[in-house]
């Protein structure tokens, strides 16, 4: 059976969509929603990203790689490549919403995906690696 396409597992991108779609479905609507009552685009995100970021954390470690080890090191390596994800979004919003003027709902809405693809690559092989 074929388990593999190039350097990835398919069943690990797949565990990663259903995490990560789940989860991101859920902040989308909270970020529409906070965003319809006036909170500025990136202070949205910002709100939204942070709580992803605590339920990813479990999501990705425990479903998605079956990280069993130590939780220190992948831990600090999962907030930095965060850090990263965020920034990438923050950069997103800021380019396409405040300089060019479009809608912030459809920007939000691509910049999830960039900031996903960017995130597998990095939990898989840099936080939870073997």
């Not at 396409?5 to 779609?21: A, E, H, M, P």
């Not at 910002?46 to 470690?61: A, C």
């Not at 831990?75 to 912030?104: E, M, Q």
């Amino acid at each position: 059976m074929i388990n593999r396409i190039g350097i990835f597992s398919i069943n690990q991108l797949i565990r990663y969509g259903v995490v990560g779609l789940g989860i991101n479905l859920l902040l989308y609507l909270a970020y529409l929603l906070i965003s319809y009552f006036g909170l500025e685009p990136k202070k949205s995100m910002s709100l939204v990203y942070f709580v992803g970021v605590v339920i990813g954390f479990y999501g990705h470690r425990k479903w998605t790689f079956a990280n069993k080890g130590f939780v220190g090191q992948p831990l600090l390596r999962f907030l930095f490549a965060h850090v990263i994800g965020y920034s990438i979004n923050f950069f997103i919003l800021s380019v396409f919403v405040d300089y060019y003027g479009y809608p912030n709902q459809l920007i939000q809405g691509m910049a999830i995906f960039v900031v996903a693809g960017i995130l597998f690559v990095l939990f898989k092989y840099w936080v939870f690696s073997k």
